[in-house]
């Protein structure tokens, strides 16, 4: 009997670690799922879902321009217009130098944004749900306006009611 113990033990801890080996050798993949379903009375989001995350202004060595950052939007309320605007006013291009901020010009719909909302989609126009650009272009960089800019401007849309 201590003979037929004696086997079966070290022959157990040898399947137990032939199984650990196999262990090490599987492979996981950690999977986020998220799902943005908007209302169905009110939504303002780009159809592009990676926009706002890096957007670039190209600058144009020929004419001493940037290129425009442009978006575009799937926009609806039944309940009435859609406005916007830009937290704080529209937020400059900036480097660390105040005095060397390059001006930034927003706009939705063809509508320039300030810091208070103003209507950018009309009553009839939102009901249905419609497509419209948000436009951010820059003014044109002075000679001493050189180096590395960033931004990060926050559009807020709005629901307005019908009255």
Do not use: C, W
């Amino acid at each position: 009997m201590f003979k037929t113990f004696a086997i079966a033990v070290p022959m157990t801890l040898l399947a137990l670690s032939t199984s650990m080996a196999f262990a090490a050798e599987e492979s996981r993949t950690s999977i986020n799922i998220t799902a943005d379903i908007p209302s169905k009375v009110f939504h303002a989001q780009p159809v592009d879902k990676d926009f706002g995350k890096d957007e670039k202004m190209q600058y144009l060595v020929g004419s001493g321009t940037l290129t425009e950052v442009r978006g575009t939007y799937d926009i609806q309320h039944t309940n009435g217009s859609v406005g916007a605007y830009v937290v704080g006013g529209p937020t400059p291009l900036f480097n660390g130098n105040p005095a060397l901020n390059i001006p930034l010009t927003y706009t939705f719909n063809g509508t320039e944004l300030t810091a208070d909302s103003q209507e950018v989609v009309g009553d009839t126009e939102s009901n249905g749900g419609m497509r419209a650009d948000l436009v951010i272009t820059a003014e044109k960089p002075g000679n001493s306006q050189v180096g590395i800019y960033t931004a990060n401007p926050v559009v807020i849309f709005d629901a307005i009611p019908r009255i």
